[in-house]
């Protein structure tokens, strides 16, 4: 797979096509980066991005994973410490994950972010963007509890993260659009740089189809899971047999398949007794997704399948924080 490629399948925007294919023009030893809040145990939410880091360090970029213990704080997340603690776990997670060590590094938001310099390029920016035009920004991470200010220096911060790390592209969800535009249109007001970004998909809610899956509301599937959790929730998971069912509904059945199994297994066994038609294999999840559409493929087969693969994607890090936590 060419670098261009890599750094852009399974992605839902990228801010610009010509700025991404500049950098895959001459990937190697580039920086990207992703911010995460620290909590402790990941998602799949956590992983879609993984994910993507993968592809980038497949491309022979360096990847920076930023805890960004001071932007959880900010979202009142915790105390330092508990932020710390839960950040520690979250490190062994990637790794085990499958992030290259040696071309992973990371980094406490904590370490540069309370330092002079940026602490006044901070105020400058402040200076520099309505509140407004921050709150707007911010809309899709914080929901829409009342704001307050830390919640207006959230992006700001977010905005010199991506100077101060130096870095090449920045990665994140697509609920993480709006701040790399706030980005891209205040870094050179400073004087910086500005750098291009990736947004990947947010998946579907498991059971309905619709919106997103989180954590906070409906199945989310964590690290936590044990392979009967697994099974039970993905068996209850929304799988018409198409991939664009009517309205504003999606299958999240086919979009962890997409974005989740096939990015990371050469190939995808179904296995079915001989009665049945026995084994299929699938290389690509196109091919996937066309037999589960012409009913080659039963929907219950497929969600064994899905289950199966995320419980091997996500064993090692089960184990890890199984050891962190004893
Ligand atoms: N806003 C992210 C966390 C975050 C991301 C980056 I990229 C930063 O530079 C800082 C924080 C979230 O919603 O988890």
Redesign the pocket.
């Given at each position: 797979m060419d670098a261009y490629e890599l750094l852009t399948r399974n992605v839902e925007e990228v801010v610009t096509d010509e700025e991404v294919r500049d950098l895959a023009a001459d990937p190697e030893g580039k920086r990207a980066?992703?911010?995460?809040?620290p909590s402790g145990v990941l998602h799949l939410g956590h992983l879609l991005t993984a994910n993507k880091l993968i592809d980038l360090q497949e491309a022979g970029m360096e990847v920076v994973v930023?805890l960004?213990d001071v932007?959880a704080y900010l979202n009142e997340k915790g105390s330092f410490e508990e932020i710390r603690a839960t950040a520690e776990q979250m490190k062994a997670q990637f790794l085990a994950y499958g992030l290259e060590e040696a071309q992973t590094e990371f980094v406490y938001?904590s370490e540069f972010q309370l330092e002079e310099e940026y602490t006044l390029d901070l105020h400058h920016l402040e200076r520099e963007t309505t509140m407004n035009r921050a709150q707007r920004a911010m809309a899709e991470?914080q929901g829409d509890e009342t704001a307050k200010v830390s919640h207006l220096v959230?992006p700001l911060?977010?905005t010199l993260?991506?100077e101060y790390l130096d870095l090449d592209l920045?990665?994140?969800g697509l609920?993480?659009r709006k701040?790399h535009m706030l980005a891209r249109e205040k870094l050179p007001e400073l004087e910086y740089d500005v750098r291009p970004a990736i947004h990947t998909p947010i998946v579907a809610d498991l059971t309905s189809g619709e919106g997103k899956m989180s954590s906070s509301e409906g199945i989310s599937i964590s690290m936590e899971d044990s392979t009967a959790d697994l099974e039970e929730k993905i068996n209850s998971a929304f799988c018409p047999p198409t991939r664009d069912p009517e309205g504003d509904l999606e299958n999240p059945v086919l979009e962890l398949f997409e974005y989740h199994v096939f990015p990371r297994f050469d190939e995808v066994v179904v296995e079915r007794p001989e009665k049945y038609g026995g084994d299929l294999t699938y290389e690509a999840y196109e091919d996937l997704a066309a037999d589960l559409e012409s009913g080659e493929l039963h929907p219950a087969d497929a969600k064994g399948t899905l289950a199966a693969s995320l419980d091997e994607l996500i064993a090692p890090g089960r184990e890890k924080l199984r050891e962190l936590r004893d």
């Amino acid at each position: 797979m060419d670098a261009y490629e890599l750094l852009t399948r399974n992605v839902e925007e990228v801010v610009t096509d010509e700025e991404v294919r500049d950098l895959a023009a001459d990937p190697e030893g580039k920086r990207a980066y992703v911010g995460y809040e620290p909590s402790g145990v990941l998602h799949l939410g956590h992983l879609l991005t993984a994910n993507k880091l993968i592809d980038l360090q497949e491309a022979g970029m360096e990847v920076v994973v930023l805890l960004a213990d001071v932007h959880a704080y900010l979202n009142e997340k915790g105390s330092f410490e508990e932020i710390r603690a839960t950040a520690e776990q979250m490190k062994a997670q990637f790794l085990a994950y499958g992030l290259e060590e040696a071309q992973t590094e990371f980094v406490y938001g904590s370490e540069f972010q309370l330092e002079e310099e940026y602490t006044l390029d901070l105020h400058h920016l402040e200076r520099e963007t309505t509140m407004n035009r921050a709150q707007r920004a911010m809309a899709e991470i914080q929901g829409d509890e009342t704001a307050k200010v830390s919640h207006l220096v959230y992006p700001l911060m977010q905005t010199l993260d991506i100077e101060y790390l130096d870095l090449d592209l920045a990665v994140g969800g697509l609920d993480q659009r709006k701040v790399h535009m706030l980005a891209r249109e205040k870094l050179p007001e400073l004087e910086y740089d500005v750098r291009p970004a990736i947004h990947t998909p947010i998946v579907a809610d498991l059971t309905s189809g619709e919106g997103k899956m989180s954590s906070s509301e409906g199945i989310s599937i964590s690290m936590e899971d044990s392979t009967a959790d697994l099974e039970e929730k993905i068996n209850s998971a929304f799988c018409p047999p198409t991939r664009d069912p009517e309205g504003d509904l999606e299958n999240p059945v086919l979009e962890l398949f997409e974005y989740h199994v096939f990015p990371r297994f050469d190939e995808v066994v179904v296995e079915r007794p001989e009665k049945y038609g026995g084994d299929l294999t699938y290389e690509a999840y196109e091919d996937l997704a066309a037999d589960l559409e012409s009913g080659e493929l039963h929907p219950a087969d497929a969600k064994g399948t899905l289950a199966a693969s995320l419980d091997e994607l996500i064993a090692p890090g089960r184990e890890k924080l199984r050891e962190l936590r004893d």
